[in-house]
């Protein structure tokens, strides 16, 4: 696998449209979580910006399946959390010579945790 971190933490499906909208997996480990939060949502965030409305606050990342499952209040705050979780499991992905999936375990089990608490 190219990414296992990433592919543990977000699903194949999100994982591979994620790194199709960054291009590679080089490209997404220097991406800021910021930037990753509102991949797919670029032409809505362009357009916001000409316009000067409201910005959006995530893209692609609302097809994560535990964006789907949380009845959480707060979406933007989610959206940013796991942003940065992609992006952490992303430069461990790039940067790390071992290729396991440990981190991604433990950075979803820690972005359960958090939804739990809410």
Known sequence: KLCPNLINLVGETLGSKIL???GSLKNLAK?????IQILGAEKT?????KKKEKTPNFGIIVNSK???KTNCINKSKL???IANKISISARI???S???SVIYGKNLKK?????ISQK
């Not at 991406?31 to 930037?35: E, I, K, N, W």
């Not at 965030?45 to 910006?49: D, K």
């Not at 820690?110 to 958090?114: E, F, H, Q, R, S």
């Open 79 to 81: 959206s940013r959390y």
């Open 45 to 49: 965030l362009f357009s916001a910006l």
């Open 97 to 99: 010579a071992d290729h």
């Open 31 to 35: 991406l800021p979580a910021s930037t």
């Open 66 to 68: 535990i964006f789907l």
């Open 93 to 95: 992905d790039f940067f």
């Open 110 to 114: 820690n972005l359960i945790k958090m």
């Open 20 to 22: 199709s909208y960054a």
